[in-house]
């Protein structure tokens, strides 16, 4: 049976707006930075390690400073997030739930830990998910973390869900597919099999998926 992996924002649902009321109300409380943050910002970040988000969006801070600024920034989105209104893309919960009467279901996200958690509390839909990780909880990226839902899951196949050029990178690496949600936040480069709506994935065959080398 194959496994579906699914990366998380813009994938899933899209939390940038609600992310940077939280980011700016912690960058408000705890620094002197002035910049406020705006959800497009977020939007061409998201998908990227923490790291590097933090090093793009506040490149005048030190590697410490950075790093205690990051623990304000992920509490306070987390604490948000649970019950904000993000916006969930259309029919992905019943989506999700009709998928999950078929091929177990996974979320594998570049972000802090407690985020994964959160928007299973915010959507409701914790029970349709088997397992999810992130750097957050492991120290590693998106390809390892794939091959660690897999190894945890028992999963000898799976494919991955996700809408920007890092998901591409990371599933050749991890040597699966990639379904490129083409409505979210990124593009990728090359011939992907491609969904404009989520409830596309309702009709695409799983099972029948090879691996295309990039």
């Not at 409380?29 to 998908?47: A, C, N, S, V, Y």
């Not at 590697?63 to 904000?84: D, H, I, M, P, T």
């Not at 570049?110 to 409701?124: M, R, V």
């Not at 492991?138 to 799976?158: H, S, Y």
Request: contains cysteine; hydrophobic residues 35%; proline residues 3%.
């Amino acid at each position: 049976m194959v496994g579906i992996i699914f990366d998380l924002d813009g994938t899933l649902w899209d939390s940038t707006d609600e992310v940077a009321i939280a980011w700016n109300q912690a960058i408000k409380e705890h620094t002197k930075i002035e910049h406020t943050l705006t959800g497009d910002e977020l939007k061409r970040e998201f998908g990227k390690p923490l790291d590097e988000i933090l090093d793009d969006l506040f490149p005048g801070l030190n590697s410490s400073e950075k790093e205690e600024l990051a623990g304000y920034l992920y509490q306070s989105e987390n604490e948000r997030v649970e019950s904000a209104p993000c916006i969930l893309y259309d029919n992905m919960p019943d989506t999700i739930r009709r998928l999950s009467e078929e091929y177990p279901l996974f979320i594998v996200s570049n972000c802090q830990k407690g985020y994964i958690e959160a928007f299973l509390k915010n959507t409701g839909l914790g029970d349709y998910f088997k397992d999810f990780t992130c750097p957050g909880d492991t120290g590693k990226l998106k390809a390892d973390n794939i091959r660690i839902i897999m190894e945890r899951n028992g999963i000898r196949d799976a494919v991955y869900v996700g809408d920007t050029q890092g998901d591409a990178d990371a599933c050749r690496k991890a040597d699966i597919p990639m379904i490129f949600a083409a409505y979210g936040f990124g593009n990728v480069e090359g011939d992907y099999e491609t969904i404009h709506s989520f409830d596309e994935l309702l009709h695409i065959n799983f099972e029948g998926m090879k691996m295309r080398k990039k």
